[in-house]
């Protein structure tokens, strides 16, 4: 873990071999927020869901983020939690 903090403080490009999860939090730490949320609507599964409503979330498009974490069986966040 702290490798990839370290990764996203100092890289331009993210670490080779990121699973697609990893790698979409990674570019939105990096501030990619449409490469991120591109490779997050690819994840066809609960966690995929879970990321795509936190980018929503911080996004500040909170009505989308609460579908997503619908999708994803978790309870909604706001944008301050």
Same mark, same amino acid.
């Given at each position: 873990?702290?490798?990839?903090?370290?990764?996203?403080? $100092?890289?331009?490009?993210?670490?080779?071999?990121?699973?697609?999860?990893?790698?979409?939090?990674?570019? #939105?730490?990096? /501030?990619?927020? +449409?490469?991120?949320?591109?490779? #997050?609507?690819?994840?066809?599964?609960?966690? /995929?869901?879970?990321?795509? #409503?936190?980018?929503?979330?911080?996004?500040? +498009?909170? /009505?989308?983020?609460?579908?997503?974490? $619908?999708?994803?069986?978790?309870?909604?966040?706001?944008? +301050?939690?």
């Amino acid at each position: 873990v702290d490798e990839l903090l370290s990764s996203v403080e $100092s890289d331009v490009d993210p670490p080779a071999g990121l699973n697609p999860l990893v790698l979409s939090l990674w570019l #939105a730490q990096k /501030g990619r927020w +449409d490469a991120s949320h591109e490779v #997050a609507q690819d994840i066809h599964e609960s966690d /995929g869901s879970w990321v795509h #409503a936190y980018l929503h979330r911080v996004e500040g +498009d909170i /009505g989308n983020a609460r579908y997503w974490y $619908s999708r994803a069986g978790k309870p909604a966040k706001s944008a +301050d939690d």
